[in-house]
Each structure stands twice: as C-alpha cells, then as structure tokens.
C-alpha cells in the first residue's frame, strides 16, 4: 500500500484557506476590478519586501539541501518574477520605492516567523513554512483566472498563479517538502505541519493589511 505523502494531508488546511482567500474583500475586489489602484500599488509594494526575503530563505533553504533539490529550489519562482516586474514598469512602481518601502506589522510578522521556523526547527519546518506561498496562490490563481476581471492589471496578476509555470513550481516545492519529510517522525511532522498552518493564516492576513493599507501606530 503506497504511503500518503506527506502533503496531501495538508490538503483540507490549503482548502480552507483558499475558501477564505476567495470571500476575502482584497481578492473579491481584484475579480471585481473594484479594488482601488492605490490599494494595489501598496500590496505589489510590501508583496515585494516579502518576497526579497523569500528569495534569501530559498537560498537558506538550497544550502541545506542536496544538489538535485537546491537546483530545482532556485529555480522556482523565475516566472512569477517577470510577471511582478510587468506588473510593476506598469503601475510605475521604480526600484528606488520599492527599495525605500519598510515591511507593515503583518508582514514583518510573516518574515520573521518562516526565519524563525529554520532557526528552531531546521529545514524542513522552513521548507513547510515557505509552501503556502506557492500553493494558496495557485489554487486562488486556478480558480479566479478564468472570470476575466474588468481590470487588465488584475485579470493579469491571477494569470501569473494560473500558469503552468506556477503550477509546476508549486508541485516541485511540494515535492522538496515531502522529499524532506519522508525519513522525520511525527514529532517532526507536526513542527512542519504548525509551520504549514501559521504561514497560512498570515497568507490571509497579508490580503487584510493590503485591504486596510496597514501602518504601523
């Protein structure tokens, strides 16, 4: 009898999730069109911090990891990159604001908490605290692509997370992620399954920080 890999099991955690992601006003707005352009540019923005620090935990993460993984691992996200840099010559998002743009309190709590998943629990907690990232975009990107938001800039950002290119990244970082759980025991498991499930909930609490513009008080 074939072992369930271990992020299947992580399946009814990602659909709830998604189910949330998809009633949220941030991503409502987006297939609507009707979310402000202001309030786009401000996510694409702290999205962008978020994801300079994604990279670097990639790179933390590849270092740990066999050849053949660390190279799969590098390459992941190549395609996501050009769409947010599309996204960002037409929103006149300059490199200077990008870079002068310091993370909100949620993302500054999103960042610090996949560092700390590789500080105190190794690589395999970190790995699992890095795959919501693929895996609820693509599944909100699969379902949301083919309503066509009004808004062009939208409709493309649900496009990027569509794609087969992102598909595949996501089913090799669950791949990296199973890989790495297959010899660990249940104790292990559940440090990554607890990496799994706090990067999902400040997945859904990064479209409420870019729906409010949060500040820091």
């Not at 990159?81 to 998002?93: F, M, N």
């Not at 975009?137 to 379902?143: A, L, Q, S």
């Not at 949301?144 to 598909?167: G, I, R, T």
Request: with cysteine.
């Amino acid at each position: 009898m074939k072992e369930t890999q271990f992020t299947a099991t992580l399946t009814p955690v990602i659909e709830v999730a998604t189910a949330r992601s998809l009633a949220h006003p941030f991503i409502v707005g987006l297939s609507d069109g009707t979310l402000p352009l202001a309030t786009f540019r401000y996510y694409l923005r702290q999205d962008h911090q978020y994801l300079e620090m994604f990279g670097r935990l990639h790179e933390v993460l590849a270092a740990q990891l066999n050849t053949a993984l660390a190279q799969i691992l590098t390459s992941l996200g190549e395609g996501e990159d050009l769409a947010r840099q599309r996204l960002h010559a037409e929103l006149k998002l300059s490199a200077v604001e990008l870079a002068a743009t310091k993370p909100a309190p949620t993302n500054y709590a999103y960042q610090t908490h996949m560092a700390y998943q590789n500080q105190a629990h190794g690589k395999a907690a970190l790995a699992a605290g890095l795959l919501p990232c693929y895996w609820l975009y693509n599944e909100v990107g699969r379902r949301l692509a083919q309503k066509h938001s009004p808004n062009p800039l939208y409709q493309e950002f649900f496009d990027s997370y569509a794609s087969d290119d992102f598909s595949s990244s996501t089913n090799q970082m669950r791949a990296i992620v199973d890989e790495l759980a297959a010899p660990l025991d249940e104790a292990a498991h559940e440090q990554m399954r607890q990496a799994f499930v706090k990067s999902c909930y400040y997945e859904e609490q990064f479209w409420q920080m870019a729906y409010e513009q949060q500040r820091w008080r």
